[in-house]
């Protein structure tokens, strides 16, 4: 059964600085692994979606990377900013299922 | 990217009534999920909806309980029935944009998420 495990659950940093955000897995037989991002309250915003066959996807100051062999995908964030202020989720779809699992996520705080 | 709105975004219900949940796609969707998501906690699948036909639930969640229905590719709806106040959550529904042709699995859609519903019961 897939687990997918995000570390740290929070994460305060100072504006202006790169962070990396992490997300492992414990089945690598995956087809894809989503980023999303989530303000309090509201629904879950896609950021960036990695095939299987693919490293890495990148969005402006968003890169993400995956690592099907390790089981882990990280979320570079560059020069952050206040309003990236948010909680990301990590989901992993299963290739022996379909089922797509998330993480529980990090909850990211920039400092002004 | 698809485009989904969900109505209402929120409500304040009494215990044991029920509320339906409507969920609308700009675009066609392969797939859609009904999602709970309780305070400080992550997504637990509720629901596929199937279009046309019953939908399929994960364990721990039954169609007395979550009936769900799917009449087209772009319209889904969920009620919560008889609620308590166990039942407050944020209830997202998501649509699965369809594969890129010709790369099996690994061209597999992208999920997209409504606003989702924030539902108190009292």
């Known amino acids: 059964k897939q687990e997918v495990t995000q570390i740290p659950a929070a994460l305060s940093v100072p504006e202006g600085e790169n962070l990396v955000l992490n997300c492992s897995f414990t089945?690598?037989?995956?087809?894809?692994l989503q980023w999303f991002r989530q303000d309090p309250g509201k629904g879950l915003t896609s950021l960036l979606l990695i095939q299987s066959s693919q490293r890495e996807q990148t969005s402006g100051r968003l890169n993400a990377s995956l690592d099907k062999s390790s089981g882990r995908s990280t979320l570079y964030i560059a020069a952050s900013q206040p309003g990236d202020s948010a909680t990301y989720l990590c989901?992993?779809?299963?290739?022996?299922?379909?089922?797509?699992?998330f993480g529980k996520g990090t909850r990211l705080h920039i400092l002004p | 990217s698809a485009v989904i709105s969900q109505k209402p975004s929120r409500d304040i219900c009494q215990r044991g009534t029920s509320l339906t949940i409507q969920c609308q796609v700009d675009?066609?969707?392969?797939?859609m999920f009904w999602y709970r998501q309780q305070p400080g906690q992550s997504l637990t699948l509720i629901a596929t909806a199937n279009q046309g036909s019953e939908a399929t639930y994960e364990s721990g969640f039954v169609i007395d309980k979550f009936p769900i229905s799917r009449p087209n590719l772009t319209f889904s709806t969920l009620t919560v029935s008889n609620m308590s106040p166990e039942d407050s959550s944020i209830y997202l529904c998501s649509g699965l944009s369809p594969r890129k042709l010709g790369q099996g699995k690994s061209g597999a859609g992208e999920l997209f998420f409504g606003e989702g519903s924030r539902l108190t019961v009292l």
């Open positions: 675009s066609q969707v392969t797939m």
């Open positions: 089945d690598s037989a995956i087809y894809n």
């Open positions: 989901a992993a779809g299963g290739d022996r299922d379909d089922k797509i699992i």
